[in-house]
């Protein structure tokens, strides 16, 4: 076994057990000591993951290519952001225990395990080990029943996904007698599909769509976002929502990608769903947390646009798309997260009121995030919606484009309120003076959503790559 290519996946594995070591043993709170190191073994991650060889391990149920290496790295930096976030957060709620950033590392690690998978069953470990830190993760304010309700609702709808997925591979493997993704590109290719093979793929990707929020699986999203710590949606929001999108993105260009007609009907319609869904549901929302849940379901729509159109386009505008969306995310969250007045969350819209005058710098970072989640030029979303829009014109999927068209229009409202709200409405209580590494993540997002357009050669180049690499 080519054991250098899980150099990245081993890093995370010993640090999640030395973690809980250092946790356990200590006497005194160890929770900074622990969220350090979690810290440094992703970044370290990151690191190896640059520099790993491309290949298969495991007797195959392992792959390694600029593909998952792109994935990788967007998962990565979202595990560290949303570490970032909850720092500060955790210790004033009374939230800082050390279990947290354990839970975050083991989270990514399955996620990881996930983008990697070239088989159904390491596909499967990698999305439990991934769901069942989730589960924690959204009750983690245990005393709080907002919270509690958060991680209840997630746990016994992402058993049923889990439960729909398990199912669908049962029946691929029965129809096709293997896991292998490329055992199954083999027995798929050139025949007729098989009606039981398609239905196993319609299980999988029920069960894939309801990690990404997508419609008609998305009804656990306002609710869990809502309930769930604001540090944790934002972690929610990024991290998983990328790895379970690119892997069903491989998933289905991959061992099912001579299946195309069969399928592309169905992400054309969760595609068409999520965008009129995240556009008209999160206008009539007050808390600032459901209208980002109704938000990226509309943002996933987006992204699907480009694997519905399935050409080398449109998954490049995939990839660009979700990176671009990660990193605007996050930025909107760490605005989020430092919204507290006299010690206390808060979480309306209203709440933002005369925010351009009381912090102009805060205020001058959620305009941006806002008006390129709108899609204003020259903002980075702009570029991101222009990539996906262009593939489906091409790709001859108008309906696509023009329904993606006018959901952006409308979505624009909701967040142009929100900047209306910051510099317009009559300024509410000041929040409190927000702490050192909110302004890191605030000024790192800002800095790459502002920018983008004059460095875009890089993550075009990484995408490029990843594309050849999945559909070679």
């Not at 790993?52 to 792109?70: C, N």
């Not at 941006?368 to 489906?392: C, D, E, N, R």
Request: charged share 10%.
């Amino acid at each position: 076994m080519n054991w250098t290519l899980l150099l990245p996946e081993i890093v995370l594995g010993c640090a999640g057990l030395i973690a809980i070591v250092g946790g356990v043993i200590p006497k005194r709170d160890a929770t900074f000591g622990v969220a350090m190191g979690v810290l440094g073994a992703l970044l370290l991650a990151a690191v190896l993951t640059l520099g790993q060889p491309e290949g298969t391990a495991m007797g195959g149920q392992y792959v390694a290519d600029a593909y998952t290496r792109f994935a990788k790295i967007l998962v990565l930096l979202g595990a560290a952001a949303g570490l970032v976030l909850s720092l500060d957060w955790n210790e004033k709620q009374g939230l800082s225990r050390f279990e947290f950033p354990v839970l975050i590392l083991f989270a990514t690690l399955g996620m990881m395990i996930l983008v990697s998978a070239n088989d159904l069953m390491s596909l499967y470990v990698g999305l439990e080990l991934m769901s069942l830190s989730l589960y924690v993760c959204a009750a983690f304010d245990r005393d709080n029943g907002r919270s509690a309700e958060a991680g209840l609702k997630y746990f016994v709808l992402g058993a049923l996904a889990s439960g729909l997925l398990l199912y669908g591979a049962s029946l691929i493997y029965g129809f096709s007698g293997t896991t292998n993704f490329d055992r199954i590109a083999d027995a798929v290719e050139g025949s007729a599909p098989n009606t039981g093979v398609i239905v196993g793929l319609v299980f999988v990707t029920a069960g894939l769509a309801f990690k990404i929020s997508s419609v008609p699986f998305h009804m656990w999203t306002p609710d869990v976002y809502e309930g769930a710590p604001t540090p944790v949606t934002g972690f929610f929001a990024a991290a998983p929502k990328v790895a379970a999108l690119l892997l069903l993105a491989r998933l289905l260009q991959g061992p099912f990608g001579s299946m195309a007609p069969a399928w592309q009907q169905v992400i054309v319609l969760c595609s068409l769903g999520s965008m009129l869904l995240g556009a008209f549901a999160a206008i009539g929302q007050s808390n600032i947390k459901r209208l980002m849940a109704y938000s990226s379901i509309g943002h996933v729509g987006y992204a699907l646009m480009g694997l519905a159109v399935g050409s080398d386009a449109g998954m490049r505008g995939l990839l660009l798309y979700i990176a671009i969306y990660m990193f605007m995310n996050i930025g909107a969250f760490a605005v989020l997260v430092a919204m507290r007045r006299d010690g206390r969350a808060v979480e309306g819209v209203d709440d933002l009121a005369g925010l351009g005058r009381t912090d102009p710098a805060m205020a001058l970072a959620m305009a941006i995030f806002m008006f390129s989640m709108a899609g204003i030029p020259p903002l980075a979303g702009f570029f991101g919606k222009l990539y996906v829009f262009l593939a489906a014109v091409q790709g001859g999927f108008w309906v696509l484009a023009v329904v993606g068209v006018l959901a952006s229009a409308v979505s624009a409202y909701y967040y142009l309120r929100i900047v209306k709200v910051m510099y317009f409405d009559a300024p509410a209580p000041a929040l409190d003076p927000r702490p050192a590494g909110l302004s890191v993540v605030l000024a790192g997002t800002g800095l790459f959503t502002t920018f983008f357009f004059l460095f875009p050669a890089p993550i075009l180049a990484a995408a490029q790559a990843a594309v050849a690499a999945l559909m070679g």
